[in-house]
Structure formats: structure tokens, C-alpha cells
T-cell receptor, first 117, second 117 residues
């Protein structure tokens, strides 16, 4: 079955612009999480959505937002882009939103590489 | 808050030999999950192996095995019979088993593994 699909794979923006990234989870997966990966900060959790509700949020400013649709697809938006927002943004999906079982394993997409000039 | 530390930024191994990657974590929780993910140059994070904290038996997946020392809060990954395809960045990750944690992972800094032919 198809994996986690992230679009676009690469994009270049300028400071002050906004960007929207999309994530289509594995069919049947209802939880979608977003992570930011940078050389300096490593992998940091942004937020998680389950059944269209944000369940958890990492320590990021309000410029970072997201949403989940009824078909479990998710989007994240970054407004007023800064140079430091240049990163690989990874999306991951899982069956459950709760850590009920080790079987609740995250499957990651290939990421969206954002460059802010 | 939980933290995950990987003290080896880089490791190298000869093809067909064995290598061990180290990971330590800090938590006050008694129930949690630990994971090793690999990230090849293609950027997609791939689950290598997982361990439930309540299980004393170390997890094994083919050539990959872990040494889980709960009291020492240590979770090392052993790769046997290393192959060229094992070359990647390896991340150790922690996930709480609590109901409010959802699917949130805390990652270590990563260890870049090079496999020499």
C-alpha cells in the first residue's frame, strides 16, 4: 500500500512569505505528526493531529500552524517565514493517536525541503 | 521532560563486521517505548527496531538487535554483518506510553554510520 506522501518535495521561499506543506497519511491511519529537522536543532516535534483535532503541540511560535481534514490528510502552514525556518519538514502517520501499544509505530514520509532566502 | 542522547556523532564499520551505536535517555516515567530509526540519503526515516520498556527481553530484527538496560537508561543498537546499505544516519527515539503523549517522539542527535567496503 502507498506510504506517507508529502508535497512538495522541495520549495524555495523568501523571508516574509508563507508556505503550506501537505501530507497524505497511509490509508487508514488517523494520526499525523509533523517534525522539523535542521542541522543545528536536530529533529523537533511540531504538532500532532488525530481525528481533525490537534492533540499535542511542540515548542514553536504561533507562526507554525496545522490542520487535519476529515480524510486524515494534513497540512502545515508557516507564516512570515524567517531564514531559520529553512529545514526538512517530516510528516509521520500512525494508526492510533494514543500510545496504547508498541504497534502504534510512526511511518514517515520523505519530507519537504524548505529553503528560505 | 525526556531527553535522548547519542554520544557518537559518527561511526564507521567494515563491511560484514559488527558495530554498536549508543543511546542514553533520561525520564522519570516507568512505561515508555524506545526506537531506532535510520535515515539514508533519501531522507526517509525508516524504523529499524523498537522496544517496549516493560519487556525485559531485548528486541531483535534480523541483523539488528538492541541492548536495553532500563536501570541504566541505556538503549544501544547492534548491527551484525554490516552491509553497504546500512550506511545512514541513525536516530534513537523515545515515546512516552502516557495517554496524553500521543505519538510524540523525542529524538537523539543522531549517529552517522559509514560502512567501508
Amino acid at each position: 500500500k502507498a506510504g506517507v506522501t508529502q508535497t512538495p518535495r522541495y520549495l524555495i521561499k523568501t523571508r516574509g512569505q508563507q508556505v503550506t506543506l501537505s501530507c497524505s497519511p497511509i490509508s487508514g491511519h488517523r494520526s499525523v505528526s509533523w517534525y522539523q529537522q535542521t542541522p543545528g536543532q536536530g529533529l523537533q516535534f511540531l504538532f500532532e493531529y488525530f481525528s481533525e483535532t490537534q492533540r499535542n503541540k511542540g515548542n514553536f511560535p504561533g507562526r507554525f500552524s496545522g490542520r487535519q481534514f476529515s480524510n486524515s490528510r494534513s497540512e502545515m502552514n508557516v507564516s512570515t517565514l524567517e531564514l531559520g525556518d529553512s529545514a526538512l519538514y517530516l510528516c509521520a502517520s500512525s494508526l492510533y493517536g494514543r500510545s496504547l501499544s508498541g504497534a502504534n509505530v510512526l511511518t514517515f514520509g520523505a519530507g519537504s525541503r524548505l529553503t528560505v532566502l | 521532560a525526556q531527553t535522548v542522547t547519542q554520544s557518537q556523532p559518527e561511526m564507521s564499520v567494515q563491511e560484514a563486521e559488527t558495530v554498536t551505536l549508543s543511546c542514553t535517555y533520561d525520564t522519570s516515567e516507568s512505561d515508555y517505548y524506545l526506537f531506532w530509526y535510520k535515515q539514508p540519503p533519501s531522507r526517509q526515516m525508516i524504523l529499524v527496531i523498537r522496544q517496549e520498556a516493560y519487556k525485559q527481553q531485548n528486541a531483535t530484527e534480523n541483523r539488528f538487535s538492541v541492548n536495553f538496560q532500563k536501570a541504566a537508561k541505556s538503549f544501544s543498537l547492534k548491527i551484525s554483518d554490516s552491509q553497504l546499505g546500512d550506511a545512514a544516519m541513525y536516530f534513537c527515539a523515545y515515546r512516552s506510553a502516557g495517554d496524553t503523549s500521543g505519538s510524540r517522539l523525542t529524538f537523539g542527535e543522531g549517529t552517522q554510520l559509514t560502512v567501508n567496503p
